[in-house]
């Protein structure tokens, strides 16, 4: 106890951590978190929302601990050791290691765009599919254990932990992803399963991750939190079932439990998925991809390593936040373009919100709807005659909203056990739920936003007025003739 070190948190208040936690804490990998926020662009919607991946990490390796004590009072014969809790400490404090600029900005948008450049541009592309900050999270943790060992080459071993611990803690920063599949994970037995639901649950998004980041953004951002993670933390429990061992909960925590997933859609809906946090990032995206050298024959030496940065952790690491000021004070001619669009970001001309509306017809592609927007653009007559609408200035983006697993109930992946029988699980039945549950758990919306496409700086604000209220009109009638949209 003498060597913990305390931290005062503003959310779980005085936590303890192990002194190996505190040794990878002081790393310059990890100390980079301090300068990657939390929530990207939301940050400039909602200004108490501050905070950092740092803080973050911090709270869900305590949360990790929690959990994995919990498990092992209540049931020593699952023989925790104190190996498993480290491990699954450390993977909690490193599972976002791996984040870019502006958090899910940088895998969600940039690099996706990144690869769609190369390919247009013909350019070699060395980018893996369906890249994640996941897979930099290894690369970086990776980094991490090489750094402390140059400088005690046991370091590991003085705590208890081999390179089958790395490996284990690797695994659980990326989660086991099929509950059902044979065991093929190496860090540990089939018997200790149960702990790689902990940090990153593929099984039904129940982790301590989801726990932490819900108290604190709701915390930082002023919404209201209805989850009750410390009162799941008191029910849960491990049970077998179809032969492999999950964490569970008690029958009577459902309601509790689904007011975890609602938490994630009100988030979404609220914050993360705002309409104008989601314009602003896309600005960052578009800016970040305009300046990044590996989208051009020869990489100009003016421009910045942004998408090849994720080849090493040693490039990795020098890609923050602070890349906005970097290109906000630069006098290189090539960013230019990206300067001015933070500019625009800085000084809030932002596209106008046209309209929103909820898409009621199933899988209709991104495509389809650009391509009916248009002709509807095109073959409207505006109310004033001195307006023009141009369907380039109004581009359509499609958010996607839903409690976790797209359009799945979530509640049908989860295991309770009663109180009665407390060895055996399965899956909660109807009639044990409330009535009030939704019967659709997933949504797409539409959001159109008028967006010039000269680079006038003096705007001519009364023309940009009615071109906006001509475009709204237009939208809702779009919506009313199209694809059974309702605004």
């Known amino acids: 106890m003498k060597k913990l070190k305390v931290f005062n948190d503003p959310i779980h208040g005085h936590i303890a951590l192990h002194p190996l936690l505190v040794k990878i804490t002081d790393t310059s990998q990890f100390q980079r978190l301090r300068h990657i926020k ?12 501050s905070h950092n991946r740092f803080e973050h990490s911090l709270g869900v390796a305590y949360l990790s601990g929690c959990l994995v004590n919990i498990l092992h009072d209540n049931q020593p014969e699952l023989k925790i050791t104190k190996q498993d809790y480290l491990c699954v400490q450390i993977a909690g404090l490193c599972h976002d290691l791996g984040h870019g600029p502006f958090s899910h900005v940088f895998d969600g948008l940039v690099i996706p765009e990144a690869k769609k450049m190369k390919r247009i541009r ?3 592309d060395d980018i893996p599919e369906k890249w994640k900050h996941e897979q930099m999270s290894v690369q ?3 980094d991490i254990v090489k750094s402390l060992k140059t ?15 790395v490996t284990f803690i690797k695994e659980l920063i990326e989660g086991a992803k099929d509950s059902f599949a044979e065991w093929t994970y190496k860090g540990r037995a089939e018997d200790k399963s149960f702990l790689y639901e902990i940090v990153a649950n593929k099984q039904n998004g129940i982790d301590v991750d989801k726990w932490d980041y819900f108290a604190r953004d709701c915390h930082h951002l002023g919404i209201r939190n209805s989850f009750d993670h410390h009162r799941l933390l008191k029910f849960a429990r491990v049970c077998e079932v179809n032969g492999r061992k999950h964490i569970c909960f008690r029958d009577k925590e459902a309601d509790n439990v689904y007011d975890m997933f609602r938490t994630r859609y009100t988030l979404h809906r609220q914050a993360y998925q705002h309409k104008i946090c989601n314009i602003i990032e896309e600005m960052f995206a578009e800016a970040l991809v305009l300046a990044d050298r590996d989208l051009h024959e020869g990489k100009p030496e003016d ?3 942004i998408s090849e940065a994720i080849k090493t952790a040693e490039e990795y690491s020098k890609l923050t936040d602070e890349i906005f000021e970097q290109i906000s004070c630069s006098t290189a001619e090539n960013l230019q373009e990206s300067r001015n669009i933070l500019d625009k970001i800085v000084r809030r001309k932002l596209p106008k919100f046209v309209g929103e509306a909820r ?14 927007w248009k002709v509807a653009v095109q073959n409207y007559n505006p109310t004033d005659p001195t307006v023009s609408l141009n369907a380039e200035e109004l ?18 992946s989860v295991y ?7 060895t055996q699980a399965s899956t909660i039945k109807d009639y044990q739920l409330s009535s009030f549950l939704p019967k659709k758990f997933n949504e797409e919306l539409v959001r159109v936003y008028y967006r010039r496409t000269d680079d006038l700086m003096a705007e001519d604000k009364m023309e940009e007025k009615k071109k906006v209220e001509e475009a709204e009109k237009c939208f809702e009638k779009w919506c009313a003739e199209h694809f059974g949209l309702r605004v």
Request: glycine fraction near 6%; charge should be negative.
């Open 395 to 412: 581009p359509v983006y499609v958010v996607d909203l839903d409690h976790g697993m797209k359009d799945k109930n979530p509640i049908e």
């Open 122 to 124: 013909s350019l070699p």
């Open 140 to 142: 970086m943790f990776d």
């Open 359 to 372: 898409l009621t017809e199933e899988n209709i592609s991104k495509e389809d709807l650009t391509k009916s």
């Open 38 to 49: 939390q929530l990207g662009g939301t940050y400039l919607v909602y200004p108490g929302a």
């Open 416 to 422: 309770f056990y009663s109180k009665r029988n407390p």
């Open 151 to 165: 400088e005690n080459e046991n370091v590991l071993k003085e705590h208890g932990l081999d390179d089958t611990d």
């Open 303 to 305: 421009m910045l390593k």
